[in-house]
């Protein structure tokens, strides 16, 4: 897809000191700029010190994140128009979408992310520089085994029975995203990005839990506490499980599932 925000002076070098000044502080997240793609994802918080480092030294390779940031006075005119282009264009069977998060990616040089997945479904735009981008379906059982997303709705980001394997990357969509380029990715899609190149490349992610996201998480949670019955249609796997949580969430001993997603910002 193509889109026309990447023009944006708040993604040029002096817009992005405006910018970091404006995020909170608990939003900011790095990692170890380079990993293979079979490695575990994770991050940690980091100082806006730190951050600002990062930034200003051309030749540091960095992976920066700022996270839960759609309502940030600066993004959330960025974060409001990408809401309203996925409501126009997103089909009937995915429901009603109420809740999404954004997020900023800043990458430079040898910064990768490894293979992994996203709870929820993404909408990324690539704002500024270069990064090359590969997903794989959710839909093929060799990639994404149903014990995968039993471990992953259960609470496993980094699933044991998920690897990265090179000779599936022939099923892959590679692109080379510039600016100006965008792709959409559904739920539980693997993925994993290289940014190869000393520009810094900066891509921003509404990220969104739509009803049909929510049938899959909560059937795959019955098959997972209760296997023999893994043969039941997976709506009424999803009704059974909807009425538990919501008997919990009555009695206040249900923990928020996605505490960083909000209504959207329309």
């Known amino acids: 897809m193509q889109h026309d925000r990447h023009g944006s002076p708040l993604f040029s ?51 920066i994140a700022l996270h839960e940031v759609e309502s940030t006075s600066l993004l959330k005119p960025l974060f409001t128009a990408m809401a309203a282009a996925l409501m126009a264009s997103l089909p009937p ?69 998920l690897h990265y394997d090179p000779a599936h990357d022939h099923k892959a969509l590679a692109l080379d995203l510039a600016p100006g380029m965008g792709i959409y990715m559904p739920s539980t899609t693997p993925h994993c990005t290289e940014t190869r190149t000393q520009d810094l490349s900066i891509t921003a992610s509404l990220s969104f839990v739509s009803p049909l996201a929510e049938r899959l998480r909560r059937s795959s949670l019955f098959d997972n506490r209760v296997p023999p019955l893994r043969f039941l249609p997976q709506g009424f796997k999803h009704g059974v499980v909807a009425a538990y949580e919501g008997l919990r969430a009555l009695n206040g001993d249900l923990k928020p599932r996605h505490k960083s997603f909000r209504p959207l910002p329309l």
């Open 13 to 63: 070098d002096t817009g992005l000191h405006e910018l970091l000044a404006s995020v909170p502080d608990d939003s900011i997240k790095v990692k170890t700029a380079h990993q293979d793609y079979g490695e575990l994802f994770s991050t940690r918080q980091a100082s806006r010190q730190t951050l600002l480092q990062l930034i200003d030294t051309p030749s540091a390779d960095c992976w």
């Open 93 to 161: 069977r995915y429901g009603a979408v109420l809740y999404c998060t954004g997020s900023l990616f800043i990458s430079r040089g040898k910064a990768s992310t490894p293979y992994h997945l996203d709870y929820g479904s993404n909408l990324l735009l690539q704002l500024r520089g270069h990064k090359h981008f590969m997903a794989f379906s959710p839909n093929d059982p060799t990639l994404v085994s149903r014990e995968t997303l039993r471990q992953f709705f259960s609470g496993d980001a980094n699933p044991h029975s």
